[in-house]
């Protein structure tokens, strides 16, 4: 019995063990409770609290920025724009997770769980492309590109209807929006729902948005938007 | 009219009460690991590729069960069941079985799922039967089955022979002249998902009359039995039985599935963006004039994407071209690895540069050559159609096994490395016990001296295990190249490799190895490989040739007096189909018996590989002994399926191909088809939705 156990054990420590990188988790956590040394000391420095984010700091910085959050997370991320590519912009976080959007629609994401590889909107889409919300279409179509099988990945196609709600004042960062709710119920090759703060110039200033069927939904603040 | 008024009982009862709806709860395992009821099959499927391991036990059986779904309507299950007392009181008979179920039709408005199955498939042995059932949904949460068997299944109650006779039992001798002849019967019943959640109850009416347990003493008291199923969590599933009135039987199933990794895939760091060239970009190409600079350029990028798990092997550098031979380190799927190193290319690189030729290595081999265009890069990132447009506009070339004017050569050879695994070795159809298995640590070492030439060393140790206690001194009239395994020392540690090993091409598409010294765990000599495997091609030739020697069973180093030649022509084919590969090797086996050996493998996008072979020799089945004919099966789990990072590790746990002697083959370590497959444009092809991740 003694030596079962022992075999358990030395399996569970020497799974994926080698010279080429990767150690084990658990090893690396042993050997840091074991030897007490830099990581323990490190978390018993109290880290240097980030500062608060400020609109005068957003306006210092002077950059395409938003605020992440996915599920239920408390807070959310800060990330900021990376590139523009064509109308995309890609924006990363500190540790390089990535988000895309085009407009306000999230069309890619890295390092965020299961990515979402692209998506295809139309050229009437107002998520994607900034349209006064009284010019709002009631209905438009897209396509979501998944990880999967070959170069197609897992392919999605949905339609989404639109319905405005009534007015909605949000604050960010100090700043209040006069926006309206729009709601987008969506069909097809996945069945969700999306929630979008609209100011009556189509800018899209906070978003909900479903990308993909294992990720909870991901909220966005568009905290200071690309020129 | 006794048997339809048993029959019709459970079937009314299901049928009292059966509002008309889709059912939602899934297929129940019965205590064969088989969908099914509580002994008896049904003809739903579980989801493609789910994965089952049942240890069984009841008052006439124990023993275990790997079922799997090999595609979305075929279900494969290898039962190892020791009948108890078949062979009179205390004398137990060991059955080892394939049972095969297609799904003919799948449950679709009134009409059920229906399917045909073969219990112990192409044998007519103590549990052959084969039956075609239907199972229909009446309800949330209620499923009815019927059936009719033959065989096994085709001894309560039977209704005749439609078929003709069957022939008596005689051995497990393959065939099929038995299927569907002999008596016929009714089977039926019916499964309740309960309100507790997770816990189903099943009852059946059976048409097995266990006429050979019977014979051994056990009586039957009724035909009904019933079922209690479990669902712990997402890959623990428990039975419980109550089977002919008066027995009891158990089942604890883990269940996994290969397409539901456990751990999410991507919780790591995302990729560069991609840096767009504009119109203001400088695209002067003087600065490729400055080899130094040059060179200088490529050390950086090789420190540069060494933090991300890319090492660059040899690179080399002009105006318009960077060529760039690399090993991925990290990551499960090669098409990430090349997308990330390309976006960072479009960050490293002067804006002269548009054309990246990146070479995979593995092993020590340069595998294929992918030829991106930098500005197919920037016009296809974040695009709608960016996976099926970067494929297409990429091209898959057989790389050269090196760079002919390098600006930038790794150069930290010779090179150290070393690892710890662990393995697991199941023997199911090998010697005279039931099921063994042996779990073992292993530990590998590599001092390589350059890219092609390298020494390696295994050593392993039992953790703990079984394999060969307690066997017999082999009375094989064959050469003992495997069945005087147990003779070999299991206790301490065993050294089943110590080689120079040299890789090298001799043309784009042709790859080469020789090895020699201590080959295995049994043999030693010299291994000669050569494998023809264009990246465009679809399939392959190779062909090995080996001389050795029988190793000292006492001797970490000593050797024995038996020596062979031995070697084989081998086709590799990836169908493209399903993630199913071939393989056919002819040619000569370790005992000196000509053969072919037919294996199929499928493997699953993130790595999960269910392997399966056998092997017929000139070997007649009483010489082979034991199982008549060598197989095995092997399943492959990535570790990175269970660990909360990416990583290329894998385990396998190998089942077979343990102590016989006839189509025995050498155990090469580092063969060259294993080393490329994955590299070929097909695989490539295959796990290219990972190119923009």
Known sequence: MIRAKFAIGALMLLGACSSAGGVNPVIGAVWDRVRGGNRAAEAAVPATPAPALTRARIDELDIAMIRVKVGDAQSGSILTARTLNGGYVTYASSNQQTITLFGALVTAHRGIAYDLLSVAHASNDPIAIRTPLEEWPSAVDRTYRLAGNGPEGEVLKVSCALRVGPPYPITQVEVTYETRIVQESCTGGATFMNLHMVAEDGQIWRTAQWTGPLMNQMEIEILEPLD | ?693
């Open chain 2, 1 to 693: 009219m006794r048997r339809v008024q048993n029959f019709l009982a459970i079937s009314i009862l299901a049928l009292a009460s059966s509002p008309a709806a889709a059912v939602t709860f899934g297929p129940n395992l019965n205590i064969n690991g088989s969908t099914g009821l509580v002994d008896m099959p049904g003809a739903l499927m579980l989801p493609d590729g789910q994965t089952s391991w049942s240890f069984t036990g009841s008052n006439t059986m124990s023993g275990t069960v790997l079922s799997f779904q090999l595609l979305p309507n075929i279900e494969a299950v290898i039962r190892m069941q020791n009948l108890q007392d078949w062979n009179g009181p205390g004398v137990n008979q060991a059955e080892r079985s394939l049972d095969l179920k297609f799904q003919l039709f799948g449950e679709q408005g009134w009409r059920p799922a229906v399917a045909v199955g073969f219990t112990d498939f192409g044998a007519n042995g103590p549990l052959a039967s084969e039956y075609i059932v239907a199972t229909k949904s009446i309800g949330d949460n209620f499923r009815l089955t019927v059936g009719i068997g033959w065989g096994r299944l085709g001894t309560h109650n039977p209704i005749g022979a439609p078929f003709g006779a069957r022939d008596p039992q005689t051995s497990n001798t393959p065939g099929i002249d038995h299927f569907f002849a002999g008596d016929a019967a009714f089977f039926g019943g019916f499964e309740w998902d309960t309100p507790i959640k997770g816990l189903t109850f099943s009852a059946e009416y059976s048409s097995d009359a266990y006429v050979g347990e019977q014979a051994a003493g056990f009586t039957v008291d009724s035909p009904f039995n019933f079922a209690l199923g479990y669902q712990i969590g997402r890959n623990l599933n428990v039975g419980a039985y109550l089977m002919h009135g008066d027995a009891f039987g158990f089942r604890v199933s883990l269940t996994g599935n290969p397409n539901t990794p456990i751990t999410p895939p991507d919780f790591g760091t995302g990729p560069l963006p991609v840096r767009a060239r504009d119109g203001s970009s400088n695209m002067s190409a003087s600065w490729a004039n400055n080899a130094p600079i040059r060179g200088q350029m490529m050390t950086l990028l090789s420190t540069a994407v060494s933090e991300v798990g890319i090492r660059i092997h040899e690179a080399a550098l002009s105006g318009d071209t960077v060529e760039l031979q690399i090993q991925n380190t990290q990551y499960a799927r090669d098409p990430k690895a090349i997308g990330r190193l390309a976006r960072a290319l479009t960050v490293a690189l002067p804006p002269s540069v548009e054309n990246f030729r990146i070479s995979l290595v593995n092993g020590g081999l340069a595998t294929t050559t992918v030829v991106l265009r930098r500005s197919d890069i920037e016009a296809q990132v974040e695009r709608p159609n960016a996976g099926p447009d970067s494929y297409a506009t990429t091209q898959f070339l057989d790389a050269p096994n090196h760079l002919t004017n390098p600006d930038f050569v790794f150069d930290d050879y010779p090179d150290f490395s070393w690892s710890f695994s662990p393995q697991i070795a199941v023997n199911l159809f090998g010697g005279d016990a039931f099921t063994q298995a042996d779990v073992l640590l292993q530990g590998g070492a590599s001092y390589r001296i350059n890219r092609g030439l390298s020494f390696n060393l295994a050593v392993s140790q039992r953790l703990i295990g079984n394999i060969g206690d307690g066997a017999l001194p082999s009375d094989s009239p064959l050469p003992h190249v495997r069945s005087d395994a147990a003779l070999y020392n299991n206790g301490g540690p065993t050294m089943s490799r110590l080689t120079a090993d040299y890789v090298f091409k001799l043309s784009p598409s042709v790859y080469g190895r020789v090895s020699a010294g201590y080959l295995e765990s049994h043999f030693a000599g010299v291994s000669t490989e050569v494998l023809w495997h264009p990246t465009a091609q679809n399939w392959g030739l190779g062909l090995e040739v080996n001389y050795v020697r029988q190793r000292a069973f006492e001797s970490m180093f000593g050797f024995q007096d038996y020596e062979t030649v031995t070697g084989h022509a081998s086709l590799y084919w990836d169908t493209g189909w399903n993630g199913f590969e071939a393989q056919i090797d002819v040619g000569r086996y370790l005992a000196g018996d000509w053969g072919t050996t037919l294996s199929l493998s499928r493997r699953f996008n993130n790595g999960w590989e269910l392997s399966g072979y056998i092997t017929l020799t000139d070997v007649s089945f009483d010489d082979f002994g034991n199982g008549n004919f060598d197989k095995g099966i092997a399943l492959t789990i990535p570790l990175d399926w269970t660990l909360p990072y990416e990583s290329r590790s894998m385990t396998t746990i190998g089942l077979g191909g343990y102590g016989s002697d006839g189509g025995a083959r050498l155990n090469v370590s580092n063969r060259l088809y294993p080393i490329i497959r994955d590299y070929n444009q097909q695989d490539l092809h295959d796990s290219w939705g990972a190119y923009w991740q």
